[in-house]
């Protein structure tokens, strides 16, 4: 059974950096992406960013291009966020793609997810 944990989350203050960190086990999934999506409370789940491991195709949501980077080590992908925004106030989670070789946005494309790190952006 495959498992996801993430890691890294906590409080900033605006403009500030953190990386999250989310490891899988029990599986093999180096043909799949893994992506980070987050959901702010009372809103819907918003997809941040995806990348394969082989080739490195990469696509990010439009409110974090540039500011955000996804990268992968193995069975290991992070999140690098730069100039935080309070508007990036929300729980992050990382899932795995069911298409192989392929990115994806959209959370119906992703089987498994991970439980979920806190990230506050605040002064």
């Known amino acids: 059974q495959v498992e996801l944990v993430e890691s890294g989350g906590g409080v900033v203050q605006p403009g500030g950096s953190l990386r999250l960190t989310c490891t899988y086990s029990?599986?093999?999934?180096?043909?799949?992406?893994m992506g980070w999506f987050r959901q702010a409370p009372g809103k819907a789940r918003e997809f941040v960013a995806c990348r394969t491991l082989h080739g490195g195709r990469t696509t990010y949501g439009d409110s974090v291009r540039g500011r955000f980077t996804i990268s992968r080590e193995g069975n290991t992908a992070y999140l690098q966020m730069n100039s935080l925004k309070p508007e990036d106030t929300a729980v992050y989670y990382c899932?795995?793609?069911?298409?192989?070789?392929?990115?994806?946005?959209?959370?119906?494309?992703?089987?498994?997810w991970g439980q979920g790190t806190q990230v506050i952006v605040s002064s």
């Open positions: 899932a795995i793609t069911q298409r192989l070789w392929q990115v994806a946005e959209t959370a119906d494309d992703f089987g498994s």
């Open positions: 029990g599986g093999a999934f180096s043909n799949y992406a």
